[in-house]
């Protein structure tokens, strides 16, 4: 394993008309817009759906060098038998944190490269006993999918003082000489193994690569295998390779809050997207005999903060040679049994609010408070509201509402409902007294249709730069999976026409979520967010005559939608400047390169009102 008097009578009667007049979309443009994108995603293989639809997946680092060391694969197996290792166990585990899927990584550069299947390819340690089709058949039994890990990577080979890799047999294997220790030699290797694998386990269900080896890509082996296992799925590790299904990003920390792991990602929506991380605080992958600490808020805001951004929780538990997990984690898995389920529904068959599925902002809130929106699927108006951090002092979270009418709140565990209110553009849950420890969830029904907005398409956007194929029109299109590109130019303007004057207060930028939201430096390269730092806007009638600012500010660098507001004006014409990004001129990779899905301009907000 390597982030918103008669005649005065009339006069104010004529004023009041005018207003409406100005203020109010024509019977041609319709006061509301679908939650939706204009143009939705298109559709994913049908392999996919597993992992799209999961939620969680366990992850097991396990091997010849799971302490205590085995420097014999016998003798590993036989420690792995005697101990009572049980692929059963292994399920229940996946089930008690709600996993659809269990990522094995035995085939693993620093675990031995041990496989846990008899096979018919020397090279390295290989059990006689059908670990991997032991457990394909117990996980099925239960509807849990299995994926297997392989490595690129050679270089461990001998990092225990003794040699992994059985050059000579392989060798005589192949009728040639095959160095294993090195990446060409590995590769080939490797590459003999995904299809003994394919042909072996049919109800395998797919592959995670950590990252590629030439001899692969030289020998197309992804090609092939989508020709001979179209079922399998591909998810490579810290970079995102086309041909893979999904892109998996490994062990995010230094965040604010510390579980926030998704502000550390750079693959946007609707790109299958998975994180792994480690439950235990501290130690390797793999367990190194010790009974690490485990920090449940930590793991459970990281469950909940992916969730609340379409990625994937990959956990990685440390299992023992006898299977078993350390009494901390197992203690950590037994704690999840009973916490998801109350609060499943808002965690499963979900989206994450506040992106191209709608939903409202999530982030920071008032008072301290932090949390995220997951949005049903079968019921966008159906939208969830996770309190991660509980404000410092107040019994209430106020939340910027996105254009959505609330029908009523509910607090998801107790059924109880709340009283709120909605006004000036923000949702205000009351009269909270009871706070979970680690997730406090409230249902919130809605109207499906946004208030307040203009429909997508009928605002139109140019701009003083545009990336080729990244035109500004892709601004206002609905579409968040077209995007503007400034072509690397900051200071940059964009200005949005709304067709006449009309009524704008304010608005919603959504970015293209390609960076992390801070400076950080990860496996050897630099990252930066590449979002909107200082700007200002200005408002005009003609499309001349500016004037003044109406707005100069500093946008903070979140994810999820963020606003500008501009008070209640009259105007046609809105042009955002944008003269400063967060990113870095030492960070050269996402340095002045702004991008952003879409703008949306509001007029309103939905009506204010009080509820118990």
């Keep these: 394993m390597r982030s918103r008097a008669l005649p005065v009578v009339w006069t104010a009667v004529l004023a009041l008309l005018c207003g409406l007049l100005l203020s ?8 509301i817009q679908a939650a939706a994108p204009a143009a939705a995603p298109a559709p994913a293989p049908p392999r996919e759906a597993m992992l799209r639809n999961a939620t ?9 060098f799971t302490r205590p060391i085995h420097k014999d694969c016998r003798a590993w197996e036989k420690a792995v038998t005697d101990g009572g290792w049980s692929a059963d166990y292994w399920v229940d585990e996946a089930k008690k944190i709600k996993a659809s899927y269990i990522t094995l990584a035995t085939f693993h550069s620093r675990l031995g490269y041990a496989r846990p ?66 990446r060409p030699g590995f590769g080939e290797y490797s590459y003999d193994l995904f299809f003994e694998v394919m042909a072996k386990y049919p109800k395998l269900s797919g592959f995670w690569i950590d990252n590629d080896n030439a001899y692969w890509e030289e020998h197309g082996l992804y090609e092939q295998i989508r020709q001979q296992r179209p079922d399998m799925t591909l998810s490579n590790n810290n970079e995102d390779t086309p041909i893979m299904d999904m892109v998996s990003h490994e062990q995010k920390t230094g965040m604010t809050p510390p579980y926030d792991q998704p502000s550390a990602i750079w693959t946007p929506m609707p790109r299958l997207t998975e994180s792994c991380f480690k439950v235990p605080d501290t130690g390797s992958w793999w367990y190194d005999g010790q009974d690490r600490p485990v920090s449940t808020g930590l793991n459970v805001g990281r469950y909940v903060a992916n969730a609340g951004t379409s990625v994937k929780s990959l956990m990685n538990l440390t299992a023992m040679v006898n299977g078993k997990l350390p009494p901390q984690q197992q203690k950590f898995t037994d704690f999840m049994r009973s916490y998801l389920p109350p609060i499943w529904k808002s965690l499963s068959g979900v989206e994450g609010g506040g992106y191209l599925y709608g939903g409202m902002q999530p982030g920071a809130w008032n008072d301290g408070a932090y949390g995220y929106l997951t949005v049903a699927r079968k019921d966008p108006g159906r939208q969830y509201v996770h309190v991660t951090t509980r404000p410092k002092t107040a019994g ?36 909270i007294s009871r706070w979970d420890a680690y997730d406090t969830v409230f249902a919130v029904d809605t109207d499906r249709e946004r208030e307040g907005i203009y429909p997508a398409r009928s605002v139109k956007a140019t701009a003083t730069s545009a990336k080729e194929g990244y035109p500004a029109t892709a601004l206002t299109d609905g579409d968040f999976t077209r995007y503007w590109d400034s072509d690397a130019q900051v200071p940059v303007s964009v200005t949005l026409d709304l067709g006449r004057v009309k009524k704008a207060a304010f608005l919603g930028l959504n970015q293209h979520e390609w ?27 003609d499309g001349s005559n500016w004037g003044a600012p109406v707005r100069a500010s500093v946008l903070e ?20 400047e944008i003269e400063s990004t967060w990113s870095k001129e030492t960070v050269p990779r996402f340095y002045r390169q702004l991008q952003i899905d879409e703008i949306h301009v509001g007029y309103g907000h939905p009506r204010a009102r009080s509820h118990h």
């Design 24 to 31: 109010a979309p024509s019977a041609a443009e319709p006061r």
């Design 56 to 64: 969680a997946g366990l992850f097991l680092h396990w091997g010849m």
């Design 117 to 182: 299947w008899p096979s018919a390819v020397p090279g390295s340690c290989a059990t006689e006993r059908d670990i991997l089709g032991e457990l394909i058949t117990a996980a099925r039994a239960e509807g849990i999918k299995v994926i297997l890990y392989m490595t690129d990577d050679p270089q461990w080979h001998d990092e225990q003082g003794f040699e992994s890799l059985d050059s000579q047999a392989y060798s005589a294997y192949k009728g040639k000489d095959v160095d294993l220790t090195t």
């Design 396 to 431: 209430e979270v106020t939340l910027r509402d996105n254009g959505y009418r609330v029908q009523r709140v509910t607090d998801l565990r107790t059924g109880e409902r709340m009283r709120f209110d909605l006004r000036d553009g923000s949702l205000t849950i009351k009269g």
């Design 515 to 541: 960076s992390p939201t801070y400076n950080r430096e990860t496996f050897g390269r630099a990252e930066d967010s590449a979002r909107i730092k200082d700007y200002k806007v200005s408002l005009s009638r």
């Design 557 to 576: 660098s979140a994810r999820g939608t963020r606003f500008i507001d501009l008070g209640s004006r009259a105007t046609r014409y809105i042009k955002l």
